[in-house]
Each structure stands twice: as C-alpha cells, then as structure tokens.
C-alpha cells in the first residue's frame, strides 16, 4: 500500500498477487462477460479493442536512450510531457476504482538476466492474464521482491485525452526507458501488456549483447534446441507444442553465450479453430486457471464454439507453461542445432520448406516476410502481405540490424541449420489455394529433427534461389516444389515474379548496413 501511495495511487482495496481462485472470483463479480467455461477456465471479454493497436504505440524520447532507438513507424517519438499527461490520467483512473489489482512476476527464466515487472490494473481479468504470462515468484521471492524494475499501468478502459500532443486517437501504449513504465490507456486488451514487456526485453538484452527473440522453441530427447521465428499466426505455439519433444516457451526467447531462455512463464495461443485432434496440448491446457479471450461459448452449458469468430478471429487462450505436460522447467536450453522461420505465404508461391545458406538466413530474418492474419490487429480482415523486420518489427526498439549482427553471430559459433518453412497457401494465393496442412508441415520439422531432410537430395527453387528436398517422409513430393502445384503456370510465374520484387523494395532500406553475401540472397 506505500508503494502505491508513493505512487499517487490511494485505493484502499487491493489484491496483491492473489490466487487464480480469488481472481476467478471478482471477475465474475465485477466484470461483464465473465464466466466458468466447461473446462474450468474463466472466459474474458477485452471490450472494443480484440487485438493489439501498434499505430498507437509510443516511445518517450529521453536524452539517456533517445540515440539507441530505431525511430520511425514502429519506434514513434512522445515528449516527456506527453508521457506525464498520459501518467497522470492513468493514476486519476485508478484512483477511480473501488478495486485494484497488483502482479509482481519476473521476465527471464536465467538468474542472471531476469527482470523483475509490476503490473497495476483494475481488471481482474488483467491480472490473471499477467499471473500466466509472467514467471510466479515463489513465496519467499515475493516477500523480497523490492522494488520493480519497470511498471505497467494499466487503465485501459479509460481513454487518452487527444488533444494530448503525440496522441492519434484514443488509445495510447506508451514506454518510458527512463522512468521504466509503461502507461496503457483507451484499450483492454491484454496482450498490451505481455507485448510491452516483450519491447522491454528488446531494448534491455541487446543493450548486454544478448539476442532477444520472437520465436518458440523447444527440445528433443537428446537434448537438441529448435528455435521457431515468426509472426503471430504462423505457428509458433503450434509447432512448437509436441508431444515428442520438450516445450520451452511459445512465443519470446533470449540467446545468451549459456543457450536459450523463455522470457515468459506461461503461453499464449490462438484459439479460432482449435480442436483438441490438431492442437492436443493447448485443448488439454484449457482448464481452471486458463483464460479465454473473446471466444464465444454456450450461455447454459459453458461449451466454447471454437470455430465462432464473430466477436473477432483473434480468440487467445493464456495459460501457466506448467499446464503443458511435457514443458521444461526451468525453461532453458542448449544452443540451437536448428532455425526455423516461419512464414505464411498468402502469394502461395513459397515451397513448404527450403534449407537455407548463412546469407539468405540473413536476408530472410531481416525481411521477415508474412502474411498479416485476420483479427491479431485491428483493422485486418483478411491474410495481407507484410514484411516484419527480425519476425517482430513491432516489438524491436533496436535497428534491425542490431538484432541480425546477433543472430548470425550465434549461428556462426554453434554451427546452426537454418530453414524456411512456408505454413500459407499452396495451389494457388489466398481465396484461389489452400493453407498447408498442419500433418504436412509436422512430418517436415520431424524430418528435420530427425536429420532426415539435412542429408535429403536438393534442387534449387527459380527466382528465389531456395534449396528444395525431392523428397521428404509422410509428404508427397508433388507439394514440395510450388509451382507443381498451381494449375495455371502463367499465373504463377506472375505471383512469383509479384513477390519477388516486393521482397526486394522491401529490401532496399536494408541494403546500405548489409554485407555483398546477404544482397546476393535476393531473389532474381
């Protein structure tokens, strides 16, 4: 209660790192659209905004970090007044409520670089959220957590006052290195918080010479790492959730000169579509202390239709990584023995999978190219094709190149495979083909951990220059090279030679920090 008075803040009711049970509780006391769902996981509706707002993301420019930051579209500039303004508004809110709710948790399963984050917010829902998604201090570290390393301060359903200077509508996510805080205002969605933390990560563990990723990752019985990049929509949670293999995280990781190491403590997983066939690891972990988003259930049974996307397509289920039964705790790794970036294709030209060089490793993580998928922001609809620097453009706050000096670095030392694996459309682009099958694209990374496909015989892939496997066990070799699988070649070599020139103007912002190999991995 100091801590908060020493804040400005003066709710006298509060809960500190309260149970799931207590959290379950006031939820559905205090909060519309709450409910227990059959399984036992508690069902949340974040309101208006069903996705993240990136155009409304802002960075304070400081004199102490201001010539580190990427600026620009992704990195935008708010004044120290502006962030005040903005502060101030999100304390007078919080003073507001009857309730508050307080998570202390870590970010960063290694001792030695963990970070200790405070989150405030008046939704009960939030702060399960964050119990998931940050690592849970045990008792003892809780009585001595001291003082935060950085604090959120969620008021996101109170607005942001536009005509604050800097401010482009009523929501605003806005990050202070200097002060350490983040301010939500104008949107309840929860995945603002887990991303702010992300940004966090992205600009301290580099700062100490350390690769921060978006990517899951995951590790077999010999103790070898793989390391999956990409987008939210391309599969990360999903591939890297096998039974066969140890799961270590879902979506953000760190490279350090040890191995690997989650930076969250739970997962976050797209639910549209989910059956318990295809996904069985994620339909078990949703039970009591799991949390669905914006999914759309039976009022009298509990029962979620997981095929209803009418709230948004962007339904998330957060869950403790301890719910997956074969995760490893502590969620840390060996060096990686492979690299996989994912990409979802919505040209359909890409092949499933292609074995790449050092350079075009590079140029591929530099690109990262994808397809935005319906619903994970707000105002998309449909797959729209999308270059993403680092796969997670939005949450760097280095130059990209920062992040690829790191990575190549890592790979060069260890001795790293790395692949391109295509999970979009095959036959043809998005509303003419169809989306790679989730068994198609499972026998591929099996044969890669299996070191099958590294010895597999190859044939290059025009235009792209990709190496492609004649064959591969379970698949039929007809899919493996795209355009076999288009009935029309004329309007192939059109998508192809369409996304081929899109990666290169893309490319060109790139060109002047990257070496002579890394341009040459262009496409022709």
Known sequence: MQMLHDMGIH???????????????????????????????????????????????????????????????????????????????????????????????????????????????????????????????????????????????????????????????????????????????????????????????????????????????????????????????????????????????????????????????????????????????????????????????????????????SITENTRVSYPLEYIPNVKIPAVGGHPKNIIMLTCDAFGVLPPVSKLSPSQAMYHFISGYTAKVAGTEMGITEPTATFSACFGAPFMVWHPAKYAELLADNMSKHNVNAWLINTGWTGGGFGAGHRMSLKDTRAIIDAIHSGDLAKAEYESFPRFNLQVPKACPNVDPKMLMPNKTWANQDEFQKASEKLAQLFKDNFKKFESGCSADIRAAAPE
Not at 41 to 57: H, I, M, Y
Not at 148 to 160: L, Q, R, V
Not at 219 to 239: A, H, I, M, W, Y
């Open 11 to 309: 709710t006298e009711w509060v809960q500190h790192n309260a149970r799931p049970g207590t959290l379950y509780d006031e939820a559905l006391r205090y909060e519309k659209g709450s409910a227990i769902l059959s399984t036992g996981a508690l069902a949340a509706f974040s309101g208006a905004k069903t996705g993240r707002s990136p155009l409304d993301k802002r960075v304070v420019d400081e004199p102490s970090t201001s010539d580190d930051i990427w600026w620009g579209s992704v990195n935008v500039k708010l004044s120290e007044k502006s962030f005040k303004i903005n502060r101030e508004r999100a304390i007078d809110y919080l003073n507001t409520r009857e309730r508050l709710y307080v998570f202390d948790g870590f970010a960063g399963w290694d001792p030695d670089y963990r970070y200790k984050i405070r989150v405030i917010t008046s939704r009960a829902y939030h702060a399960l959220f964050m119990h998931n998604m940050l690592i849970r201090p045990t008792e003892e570290e809780l009585a001595n957590f001291g003082e935060p390393d950085y604090t959120i301060y969620n008021a996101g359903a109170f607005p942001c006052n536009r005509a604050t200077e800097g401010m482009t509508s009523g929501t605003s996510v806005t990050l202070n290195f200097a002060s350490r805080e983040v301010v939500i205002l104008g949107t309840q969605y929860a995945g603002e918080m887990k991303k702010g933390v992300f940004s966090i990560m992205n600009y301290l563990l580099p700062k100490r010479g350390i690769l921060s990723m978006h990517a899951s990752a995951n590790e077999g019985k010999d103790g070898d790492v793989t390391v999956f990049f990409g987008l939210s929509g391309t599969g990360k949670t999903t591939l890297s959730a096998d039974e066969n293999r140890l799961l270590i995280g879902d979506d953000e990781h760190a490279w350090t000169d040890k191995g690997i190491f989650n930076i969250e403590g739970g997962c976050y997983a797209k639910a549209i579509g989910l059956t318990r066939e295809k996904e069985p690891e994620i339909w078990d972990a949703i039970r009591f202390g799991a949390l669905l988003e914006n999914v759309v259930f039976d009022q009298r049974t509990g029962e979620v239709d997981y095929e209803d996307g």
